[in-house]
């Protein structure tokens, strides 16, 4: 059975760029952002915020896919298991 076609590659690649534009962006121009990012007057305050979301929205799935793509899948119970395991 051929499980390669069922691997998001698209994915993948397409959320890894994403995810490295936004960093080499932020690199790039990180006096301007920080200009930005530290004003305290208008909606400048939220421009972390909504940065911080981007880049972990965006992080998030490119992980999720890299993950799948390598095949690496959580076990069904793993999550019951870690909860119970506080209990004792």
């Known amino acids: ?3 390669d076609a069922s691997k998001p590659w698209g994915k993948l690649i397409a959320t890894g760029t ?3 534009t936004l960093y080499a962006l932020l690199f790039a121009f990180e006096k301007d952002v920080m200009a930005s990012f530290t004003r305290t007057d208008g909606l400048y305050p939220l421009l972390p915020v909504v940065a ?7 992080h998030g799935a490119f992980t999720g896919y ?5 095949g690496v899948k ?3 119970g793993a ?10």
Not at 81 to 88: I, V
């Open 1 to 3: 059975m051929n499980d």
């Open 18 to 20: 994403v995810t490295a």
């Open 52 to 58: 911080a979301f981007a880049f972990s929205l965006s």
């Open 66 to 70: 890299f993950w799948d793509a390598l």
């Open 74 to 76: 959580a076990r069904p």
């Open 79 to 88: 999550q019951q298991q870690s909860d119970n395991a506080g209990a004792l």
